[in-house]
């Protein structure tokens, strides 16, 4: 069984970084693509940064500039560090991971809280 583990949320104070990690345990090939999603109260889980196998990032608006997303080598690990963090950081952050073998299987980690507040 595939799981993404994530870790590095916490409390934080504006202008402050953090470094999210997760690392997947269960499969035997590197995932094509792994990001991070993000849900804020009452709000929609929306993308923050995702990283293709090919070497493509993607950023949301919102977090250019400020947030940098990587992976490990070959390993099935992406990290996200987050500088000048503002109030509006705040949610819940996850680790997503995507497989392509004869079809696409998307995998969720359970998810880690970054609150931004002084």
């Known amino acids: 069984q595939v799981q993404l583990v994530e870790s590095g949320g916490g409390l934080v104070q504006p202008g402050g970084s953090l470094r999210l990690s997760c690392a997947a345990s269960?499969?035997?090939?590197?995932?094509?693509?792994m990001g991070w999603y993000r849900q804020a109260p009452g709000g929609p889980r929306e993308l923050v940064a995702t990283t293709t196998n090919n070497g493509i990032t993607n950023y949301a608006d919102s977090v250019k500039g400020r947030f940098t997303i990587s992976r490990d080598g070959a390993e099935n690990t992406v990290h996200l560090t987050m500088d000048s963090l503002k109030p509006e950081d705040t949610a819940v952050y996850y680790c997503y991971g995507r497989a392509v073998l004869i079809r696409v299987t998307e995998y969720w980690g359970q998810g880690t809280q970054v609150t931004v507040s002084s």
């Open positions: 269960g499969i035997n090939l590197r995932l094509n693509a």
